[in-house]
C-alpha cells in the first residue's frame, strides 16, 4: 500500500492523522512519514484494518442489541 492510499483508508475509516496517531501511541509525525512513503510498513496497515474491525464490531453488537430489544418487547 502506498503512503497516499493509506492516507485516504485512514481518512476513509473516519480518523485523523492526528487521532489515528494518539490511538497508535505515536507522534503525528510518524503518521505523516508513512503518509509520504512509497510503501508503508504492513503493521500500520494491519493495525489500521484492526481498527476498522474493531469499530465495526462494535456498530454489528448496537444493531443486533437494538433489535434484541424490539423482540423482547413483542
Not at 503518521?31 to 508503508?40: D, G, H, K, L, T
Amino acid at each position: 500500500m502506498t503512503g497516499q492510499e493509506f492516507e485516504q483508508a485512514v481518512k476513509a475509516a473516519g480518523y485523523t492523522q492526528k487521532r489515528f496517531a494518539e490511538i497508535m501511541g505515536v507522534f503525528r509525525t510518524t503518521i505523516a512519514r508513512a503518509y509520504q512513503s512509497a510503501e508503508v510498513e504492513p503493521f500500520w496497515v494491519y493495525a489500521l484494518a484492526g481498527l476498522i474491525a474493531s469499530k465495526s464490531t462494535k456498530e454489528i453488537i448496537d444493531i443486533v442489541s437494538k433489535a434484541d430489544k424490539i423482540i423482547e418487547k413483542k
